[in-house]
């Protein structure tokens, strides 16, 4: 009934771009903080960006900053994270989560502080 998919994923070249979406069912993600999270092999769960409520707030990794912009559409319980300047390292699979309410800033980047996670999706860039 709650329940998060994440699509999009794909594997392109570097430079390219990918358009990852996070889908809602069961639940009105207009009122959620959502987050994008990304694990590449042997690594740990990377905070990529986060997109609050009615706050506004929206933040990313520093490594992604100027290639990667997160959005929603309310409308159609999505987020929504497009990617662009693929690099190598972005390498990894993406998640989206939620919790519900406005973002904490100090926290956004911990997984642990999100209910509903998805299966996520494989982006792999290469040459």
């Known amino acids: 009934q709650v329940q998060l998919v994440e699509s999009g994923g794909g594997l392109v070249q570097p430079g390219g771009s990918l358009r990852l979406s996070c889908a809602a069912s069961?639940?009105?993600?207009?009122?959620?903080?959502v987050g994008w999270f990304r694990q590449a092999p042997g690594k740990e769960r990377e905070g990529v960006s986060c997109?609050?409520?009615?706050?506004?707030?929206?933040d990313y990794t520093w490594s992604v900053k100027g290639r990667f912009t997160i959005s929603r559409d309310n409308a159609k319980n999505t987020v929504y994270l497009h990617m662009n300047s693929l690099k190598p390292e972005d390498t990894a699979v993406y998640y989206c989560?939620?919790?519900?309410?406005?973002?904490?800033?100090?926290?956004?980047?911990?997984?642990?502080?999100?209910?509903?996670w998805g299966q996520g999706t494989q982006v792999t860039v290469s040459s």
């Open positions: 997109i609050s409520t009615s706050d506004g707030f929206i």
């Open positions: 069961g639940f009105t993600l207009g009122s959620y903080t």
């Open positions: 989560a939620a919790y519900w309410g406005v973002a904490v800033r100090a926290k956004w980047g911990v997984p642990n502080e999100y209910d509903y």
